[in-house]
Antibody
Framework: QITLKESGPTVVKPTQTLTLTCTFS??????????VGWIRQPPGKALEWLAL???????RYSPSLNNRLTITKDTSKNQVVLTMTNMDPVDTATYYC?????????????WGQGTLVTVSS | IVLTQSPGTLSLSPGERATLSCRAS???????LAWYQQKPGQAPRLLIY???SRATGIPDRFSGSGSGTDFTLTISRLEPEDFAVYYC????????FGQGTRLEIK
């Protein structure tokens, strides 16, 4: 059974850097073809894809947020970390990590439960 | 690629057929289009990938179709648990989501 869980601060101040950790089980990111993605959802709004990291350490970022995002993996710990710099109140959202199970196809299944991050001074 | 979902809200009764649309701003290659269901307070759940392949455990009342720029999610006979928000997703080299369709009980 594959599970993922997001962790990190629930509140960050404007201009600070957000660091979120996705801890997963049931698969290894050293397995060829696999990946983990990050997606966020502001309250009452639509989903927004942020970043993807693959088993071979290749990375993809949302063009609109590319200069603020960094995604890394620690295969030995079964973790993926997302950092987002210069946080703003508009970045208030639930942040999800999700498993990308098939090489060449960036759909996500399953997802973590999500973690709500509020940006406020 | 920008995805536009319609309608924004769909009001139907249990037992009825639901048809949800997702239109892409340019042609989607290889049918790289997925659909998700999201209920309040829950993470999204994958329903369909590859435009028409049902994910594991998804009931066969859910079906996906389409190609090019026009895609459809059909729920043949609505069950009470199907009332939720539905998102389409394009997955090329990058990923984009539509703005969602809310399916509500009439």
């Amino acid at each position: 059974q594959i599970t993922l869980k997001e962790s990190g601060p629930t509140v960050v101040k404007p201009t600070q850097t957000l660091t979120l950790t996705c801890t997963f089980s049931g698969f290894s990111l050293s397995t060829s073809g696999l990946g983990v993605g990050w997606i966020r959802q502001p309250p009452g709004k639509a989903l927004e894809w942020l970043a993807l990291i693959y088993w071979n350490d290749d990375k993809r970022y949302s063009p609109s947020l590319n200069n603020r995002l960094t995604i890394t993996k620690d295969t030995s710990k079964n973790q993926v970390v997302l950092t987002m710099t210069n946080m703003d109140p508009v970045d208030t959202a639930t942040y999800y990590c999700a498993h990308r199970p098939i090489a060449g196809q960036n759909w996500f299944d399953p997802w973590g439960q999500g973690t709500l991050v509020t940006v406020s001074s | 690629i920008v995805l536009t979902q319609s309608p924004g809200t769909l009001s139907l009764s249990p037992g009825e057929r639901a048809t949800l649309s997702c239109r892409a701003s340019q042609s989607v290659s290889n049918g790289f289009l997925a659909w998700y269901q999201q209920k309040p307070g829950q993470a999204p759940r994958l329903l369909i990938y590859g435009a028409s392949s049902r994910a594991t455990g998804i009931p066969d009342r859910f079906s996906g179709s389409g190609s090019g720029t026009d895609f459809t999610l059909t729920i043949s006979r609505l069950e009470p648990e199907d009332f939720a928000v539905y998102y389409c997703q394009h997955y090329g080299r990058l990923v984009t989501f539509g703005q969602g369709t809310r399916l509500e009980i009439k």
